[in-house]
């Protein structure tokens, strides 16, 4: 049921632009995902990596705003995932993956440098760059790495005409994760 939804909710965002960029929210989650794969991740990653925007296609969570969609749907999307049996470590990526740009931005100018426009000026509504004491508190992070990981998935994910795996080829993963007891 709970993946049923999901993927209606993605199909529905094959029509809908990603922001700024030049593929819908569809493509992105759905390259996001590819890349996750590509690199070997684990089930977990590869879900985060499909889902980590899934806030943004919430009607009803979230604070809208008209240019740049669900500001916090990264927390939009952690807490509705979590609620719906997800694992914490998927809540905990999905969740993550603003805060590993804010960080990127504080830590590393060649990241900023190469921020697409768009992300540029969701970043602003995101609280900017972190401060040096939020960029010390992340290093302890224990899913800093991968949080980090999913951001470079969610940064290249936009490339426009990329034939990637198809959503169908993702439910037995959902399916699979959610009936896991131990989440
Ligand atoms: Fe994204």
Redesign the pocket.
């Known amino acids: 049921m709970i993946a049923d939804q999901l993927i209606a909710l993605l199909e529905a965002a094959g029509q809908s632009a990603y922001f700024g960029e030049r593929v819908t929210q569809l493509e ?1 989650a759905l390259q ?1 995902a590819q890349l996750a794969t590509d690199s070997d991740a684990d089930e977990e990653m590869i879900i985060a990596a499909l889902l ?2 899934i806030g943004h296609l919430l009607e009803d969570e979230g604070l809208h705003h008209p240019e740049v969609g669900v500001i916090d749907h990264d927390a939009a999307g952690a807490r509705y995932l979590r609620e719906r049996g997800f694992s914490a470590r998927v809540a905990a990526l999905v969740g993550g993956h603003v805060e590993a740009k804010r960080y990127l931005t504080r830590t590393n100018p060649a990241y900023f440098a190469k921020l697409s426009p768009a992300s540029v000026t969701t970043l602003q509504l995101q609280g900017g760059p972190m401060t040096e004491e939020q960029a010390a508190a992340f290093e302890s992070d224990p899913f800093k790495e991968q949080k980090l990981r999913l951001r470079s998935w ?1 940064e290249t994910g936009k490339r426009p005409g990329w034939m990637v795996a198809p959503l169908s080829s993702y439910r037995p993963i959902l399916l699979g994760h959610l009936n896991r007891a131990e989440n």
């Open positions: 992105h996001c980590h925007d969610d």
